[in-house]
Every structure is written in C-alpha cells, then in structure tokens.
C-alpha cells in the first residue's frame, strides 16, 4: 500500500471510508469541503528522527562505473533479437569485471572504513558498498554531523570541510546515498489512510486469481504443466507479511502450500520512522499472495526494507540485493520514490544526491544485464498525479500536474504496468447511509483503461460532490501514465505508432472535479512513455485478498500494485517451460511484438469511455499512455517472445 505515490489502496480504504467517514465529518466540522482540500493539497509531512551519537545507522557508497553508457547499452543489447549480444546475460561478478571497480578498490575501502570502526559490504558488481556503523563514528570518519548532513560538489563532503580521504578512495567516488535523510529538512508527504471493513456496495466485484488466468489466457500455459516451478519470483517491500496469511490464501487458491516456498531477504536501509515499520503490511501481503497464486508452484521471495519510507537509498539496496543474489528471475516493486518535484525539491534542499537518477538507471539496468523481468506498477493517479511544490512549516503544498513524473514508475529499465477496469453493471443506489456510495446505475460495457469517468454521469448536475465532499478523494482514481521528459525515448520505443502522439480530455479541473464533455486533444510529446503493459487494477473490478480486519477475513483490494506483481508471475510461469532461457527485460521485445500481425497484445483504443483521466486511445495505432500496448494474451506471447 504506496502511501505517499500510489492509490493502491483497499478498496476499504479507497471507497467505504468515503461512505463512512462524510457523515461524521458534517456532524463534527462546519467546512467539510475544506476539510477534504486540506487532506488532498496540504497534508502533513514525515520528517525524520533525530539520530545520536550511538544510533547505528546506513549509507551507501556508489563507484564510479567504468563507461556507464556501455552497460546501459549492453543491458539493451541482450534483450533485443537479433542482436550478437541477445540473451547473453551477465553474473554480478561479470558486471564488475566489466564496468565495476576492481577488487583492490573495494577491498581498500573496506580496510579504511573498517579502520574507523564501520562495518561495510560490497556488492558483487563492484558499483555498490553499504556502510553501517554507529553516528559517531560516522560523523568523525565524514566530518560531518549526520542531523544536519547536506550534499556538495565533493561527493564526500556533506559539513563544512571536505573529510581526509586517501585519494585513490576518493576518485573512485560516485556518489552517496543516504547521508541526508536525517536531515530535517528531508521531508516526506504523508498521504496515508487506515483500513477500513468494506461491504457488497462498495465495489462493482472483487474476484480471485481466476479473474486474471481467465481475462488474460493464462489456463493454456497452466495445461502445458508450466506453473512457475524451479522460478523465484522477487517482491520489493517496505513492510512484511503474516506468513499464515500468504498460506490460507494460497489454499483458496489451490496454489502450493509449502511455505518454504516464501522467503524473506532483510536490506540494509537507512531509518527514517521507525514507529512506521509494519510486519503485517498490506501492500507487502496481496503482492506476496498473488504472485504465489498466478505462478502456483513458484518461489516467493520478499526483498525488505525495514522501512515504511522509500528513499532513493532503501530502494537502490532492495534491488542491488536481489541482483546481487541473481535468485530470482523476474521482480516486482508497488512502490515509487514520489513525484521528480518532490525529489527535485530535496536535491535543492542538498539533503538527496544530484546523480540519484542516473544511479537508478544504472542499478536497475544491471538487472536487466542479468536476464531479470523487472516490473513496476505504474501508479493509481492517472496521468495527473500530485506534485510536491513546496513546504509550509508541517504541511507540504500538492498540486495535480501531468508533469508530475513519478521516476520510478516511469523508468527505462522497468516494465510498468498499468491498469484497466473490467466490465460490469450495477446499481449502487442513492442511499447516502454510511457504507454506501450513491452513484445509481453504473456500466462499463468492455474492457477499459482504468479512469473512473465512468462515475461522471453521477457527478452531473446531482450536487453530490457539495453534499458529500469526501468522494473528492476517489475522483482521481486511475491508472499511472504519460511522459518521463526527465529522459529520453529509449531505444525500443522509438518509431512505434502511437509512442510520442497522444489523444487526450480534460477530465478533472484544477480542483480535482470531474469535468463533462471535454473536447478531444491531439499532440505530440518526448520522452520515455508509460506504462508499457496493462491488466486489471480498478478497485471497482479487482481482487480479493486474505487479511484479517477485525472479524473480516478477505478484504477487497485494487490499484496497479496488484497488477504488477502478477506479471512478474506470468514471467515465472513461461520461465518455466522446459529448455527456455529466462524471458530476460520484456521492453526489449514488447514493442516489436506488438506491431507484427500476431501480436498477443490488445490495445484500448477507444477515444471515448477509456481514459486515465486524461489520456485516450489512439486508432490505428497499437499504443497510448492510458494502457500502453494494451492487455495481454499470455498463450500468445509464451509461443512468440523468443
């Protein structure tokens, strides 16, 4: 459950705290549309706990990559048919001998940290070290006082002296991550909500595991005896999970019960709220439990971050362990870093690195080297997702803005899914009782991109969003998508029809309200276009999970971060066939896929009824930034991906 960038929320978190909580806010508060704004636009922020002199905390070094260009390319090379290089992955260790640092370097630095009383470890692609050790020693080592760390030109320099490192070290120096996050002025919106029970009118449907084997046509791959056995399946997490839950869920489902099938791989992090670590998360639980189920006989293996906050540091360490493991052939991560304002407004603020994009890509592109499916969830926003515009003592000041780039859900080395809603029909009513929403009659006639302008026929002309202001909060459910400007157009998109045009409707205005009859826009665009894939996600449509509230057991649950990880389930399950390499990164065939005459791809390209809330289809084309290429025929593509 991505508190501070995603919706990928519970339905009865999303929908019934809506009908639950607008009364008891008219009964207490005179301003409930305030109220509600305030919540959206202005909520508070998470700033980090002061760390003293025997606090142990993290950091990590980053080395200089030899020709960082090269590998990138070379990550492309092995993924794309017909080149030399095709499916010719490295090991970390081949990395490292490859672009890394050399062995001596790292074995220097451990020597030298380990000298002033820090405990370090090197990370086989000779790119990555993690330090631990206590604050003072620390700070004594850096000169530096941790509680007020701030980055300089000299990326070891973060007080008002540069530290007295050997220089054969130091010119081996990137950067480093993770010095500033003590810092106060390292700040975090908080955008969480609590758990709520949900009941029958709060969705259209919620369904199992069958909703997708049976959607996407999966069953023909399960017949050919391919359920995801002798694969191990990464999930990126910023929280844990109760291991009887992913059991009675895999039960229901009829997927293996053996529960040495689930793992779990702490990571070295850096703390931020402490207080915040849960070892029964949700988001951590319906990913665990639907990769397990959608690859039934696969193994699970949850990377954790013992951290409720994604800093750029705890989420470059989730994914250097897991390559560094090189177990896991295809990987899932539900969470984001926040929009590039806020990062943007951290690295002015000097408590975040200026390289951290360019350590991302580099990170994330080993996994690629290494024939790993890499899959992230493209956000629950929309293409308008809120952007971190600045601070007010507390509070932080959120806009709605489609140049609000999410970093990681649009990045070039994963494959980010969006989401659809399924077709259904159903009367909600009119009743405003608690627990209800009154929108009447609602339908979806087929498969869509995920957008709840479907619910625009119950805003209009009714008055409801004024009687009842808390529904301001799902208005703007949809599935993450647009334009990464902060990169270019990678490779494999370039030349694909419907890739840097677009069609789109002004779906919300600048107060988050639904608007009616928007006029269709056309034009042209830059960058990295996202998502690339997309399967069901709208909580209105979506899937049940095992999480205990109270006295519920199965909880209705939605949002791309349950999307994600069943195609990193999916890329177990056709590993699985005998005698095929791994899939490897899916983007580098994906677009070649889907122009040739027997693509296992379906587009949405509807200008009308399909939307992310602002994004269309494009006819005659086979993408659009509301769905990417569209859904997948998972038979198809397991006779075609090479």
Known sequence: MNRW???????????????????????????????????????????????????????????????????????LDVNTPGNPNFKKFLTPSAIRDKYGQSTSVTNSWKSYLAKHHLKSFVYDNGLLITVTGKVKY???????????????????????????????????????????????????????????????????????????????????LYDQGMTGKGQTVGIIGFGAIKKSNAYNFWKHEHASTDMSRYTVKNVPSTMMASNMVSKNDAEATMDVEYAGSVAPQANIRLYWSHNAIPTVMNMVNAYSTAFNENRVSS???????????????????????????????????????????????????????????GVSGTHALRDRSANAVPPMESNPWVTSVGGTTLPFSKNFGTSHNPGSLPFGKVSVAKERSWGVDYLWPAFKNSGLLAQLPDLLSMTGAAGGGGFNKLVATPQYQEGVPGVNTFNARNYLSNLNQPMMDSDLLHGTSTGRNYPDVAADADEMTGYKIYYPVD?????????????????????????????????????????????????????MNDTTDNSNLYYTGQPGTVYNQASGLGTINFAKLAQVYQ
């Not at 975040?352 to 580099?362: A, F, H, K, M, Q």
Request: glycine share 8%; aromatic share 10%; with cysteine.
């Open 5 to 75: 960038v995603k919706r990928s929320i519970l339905v009865g978190v999303g929908f019934l705290s809506v009908g639950v909580s607008y009364q008891a806010a008219q009964a207490k508060d005179d301003n409930p549309i305030g109220d509600t704004y305030s919540a959206e636009t202005s909520p508070n922020l998470f700033k980090p706990t002061k760390v003293k002199a025997n606090t142990e905390t993290s950091f990590d070094i980053v080395l200089k990559p030899r020709c960082q260009q090269a590998m990138l390319q070379d990550a």
């Open 138 to 220: 620390i700070d004594k080592t850096f000169k530096v006082d941790m509680n007020k760390a701030t980055y300089h030109s000299n990326p070891l320099q973060f007080g008002k002296h540069a530290p007295a490192i050997p220089s054969d070290l130091a010119n081996s120096v990137w950067t480093l991550l993770g010095m500033g996050t003590h810092n106060p002025k390292f700040v975090f919106p908080n955008a969480s909500s609590a758990i709520s029970k949900s009941v029958d009118n709060t969705y259209a449907f919620s369904g199992y595991t069958k909703q997708f084997v049976d959607h996407y046509n999966v069953q023909p």
């Open 331 to 389: 990987i899932s991560s539900s969470w984001g870093l926040g929009s590039s304002s806020l990062l943007t407004m951290l690295k002015n603020r000097q408590v975040l690195s200026p390289d951290y994009l360019e350590v991302l890509d580099t990170i994330l592109a080993q996994g690629a080297l290494q024939g790993i499916s890499d899959f992230s969830a493209s956000g629950d926003y929309g293409s308008v997702p809120y952007q971190t515009t």
């Open 551 to 603: 006295t519920l057991k199965w909880v209705a649950s939605g949002g791309t971060s349950i999307a994600s990880p069943q195609m990193a389930a999916m890329a177990a399950v056709i590993n699985s066939q005998p005698g095929r390499q791994r899939m490897g990164f899916w983007n580098g065939q994906i677009y070649k896929l889907a122009q040739q005459s027997n693509s296992p791809f379906h587009p």
